[in-house]
């Protein structure tokens, strides 16, 4: 035997693999049998051969850097700085606030947390000079990585107002960027995938998302993206992939040589009250999508997060998926491990290809932003989330224990400590906002009203 496996095989062509696989089908159609379209208008094929001439270049991402973040919603200071400690003591390697309130003393926050070790990022949903001149006072005298994270747009999208008056907030991020060197732009792509966009839909508002960016802040500030993934295990993967390739193509328009820090966490999408433990195989199956398709970093979603507050089994659960996959299903020892799948890189550049022009009639039209003030990114991501709806409704996308095989005796009324189903606020917006909704909510909502 060879020292290489492939020269002890004779060469076999595409057209040899069809050939057998027509003659297998024993006269069925082949294109109706074995081949099916995705909702992105991808034709997905039996087998993948090898196609030197569509490999793309190397990834430039490392699995073996992929860190296990930690997102902590600040409300109780002493209780989310414990709750900081103890998970970074538990493996996590990087914390995420989220800082809702003004009143805050993040000083406080930081003197306790910053020595842990671990990168900070500090996402605000407020814009206040002077609580961002606190951090970077703080962050004079600290070498670690501290970043804030502003996101007006993503704000002005979810909540249909901007943070302040009836303009758009770009001169007060402006005002805290040109004081605080630690602060960073971030992209809440994470929105469009939790309201029902397709795949192509997210690589594209996302890229218009961020050029909104690129053109009024240059190429001197980071990037940071908040992704998230679906159940979609392979198309994830390329989804990643496909975003990474196309904001490089376009940061280099703008001389912007800033690696873009993707963030990501499970889809709440297809996530359930019933037979809530199944959670726990979805979110493991998107988290090694993230990891494969190039994330930075993974903030696991806990299995019982719909509808319990934040508690200690159910966070140490998700960390725990993540230490799993990390240290003892090897994920942390291949760098780039989708490079040269056949599969992966023709869904990668047929993705890569469809965002691309879905991208370049954004900007022929107008730019994201004022498509999204015009309404129609609203109208488009709501079309995508009916068509992905009706598949759910009519049993074609299955969703275990909930619309296949559902335990009739599960009781959930009296688990509930969150409220778990879209909340409409009664309030006057400039926008009709994107609202996430998850695919099993109808069917939860009757089965609660059943319960006894």
């Known amino acids: 035997m060879s020292t290489s496996l492939f020269s002890d095989f004779n060469l076999v062509s595409s057209k040899q693999w069809k050939q057998q696989i027509q003659f297998e089908l024993k006269g069925a159609e082949y294109n109706d049998t074995v081949v099916w379209d995705s909702p992105e208008g991808i034709r997905v094929k039996p087998f993948y051969h090898n196609d030197l001439d569509n490999l793309q270049p190397l990834s430039s991402s490392q699995a073996s850097a992929c860190r296990i973040g930690q997102a902590i919603f600040v409300f109780d200071l002493e209780k989310s700085i414990a709750r900081a400690i103890d998970t970074v003591a538990r493996g996590a390697e990087s914390l995420h606030f989220q800082i809702d309130d003004e009143a805050i003393d993040v000083l406080h926050l930081l003197k306790n947390v910053a020595p842990l070790g671990v990168p900070i990022h500090i996402k605000l949903g407020f814009l206040n000079t002077d609580f961002n001149h606190k951090i970077h006072q703080f962050t004079q005298s600290f070498s670690g990585q501290i970043s804030v994270n502003n996101d007006p747009i993503g704000y002005f999208a979810r909540e249909g107002n901007w943070h302040t008056g009836s303009s758009d ?191 370049q009639e954004l900007e022929a039209n107008g730019g994201f932003l004022q498509q999204l003030k015009d309404g129609l990114i609203t109208r488009k991501i709501q079309e995508s989330a009916a068509k992905e709806q009706a598949l759910f409704d009519d049993g074609k996308t299955v969703l275990l224990g909930t619309n296949k095989h559902p335990n009739k005796a599960d009781r959930m009324k009296h688990d509930l400590e969150l409220f778990p189903f879209v909340k409409i606020k009664g309030r006057k917006t400039l926008i009709t906002p994107i609202l996430e909704k998850r695919l099993a909510e109808k069917v939860e909502q009757e089965r609660l009203q059943t319960e006894s």
């Open 169 to 359: 907030n770009f001169e007060a991020i402006k005002a805290q960027e040109a004081q605080f060197t630690g602060s960073y732009l971030s992209v809440d792509a994470a929105l469009y995938q939790n309201a029902g966009a397709t795949i192509v839909q997210q690589i594209a508002y996302s890229l218009g998302h961020a050029n909104e960016y690129l053109n009024r802040f240059g190429c001197d500030q980071p990037l940071v993206f908040q992704w998230a993934v679906g159940s979609n295990y392979f198309f994830e993967i390329a989804k990643l992939r496909a975003f990474r390739s196309l904001f490089n193509l376009i940061a280099k328009e703008y001389n912007h040589h800033h690696p873009c820090h993707i963030v990501v966490s499970p889809s709440k999408r297809n996530k359930t009250i019933y037979d809530y433990n199944v959670n726990m195989l979805r979110s493991t199956t998107e988290c090694m999508s993230a990891i494969l398709g190039g994330a930075d970093t993974i903030i696991n979603m806990p299995y019982d997060a719909l509808y319990h507050k934040d508690n200690e089994f159910g966070d140490r659960i998700a960390r725990n998926q993540l230490l799993i996959l990390k240290h003892e299903s090897y994920f942390n020892k291949v760098d780039n491990p989708a490079d040269g799948s056949y599969y992966i890189e023709s869904l990668t550049q047929q993705l890569a290809e469809k965002a691309l022009a879905l991208f």
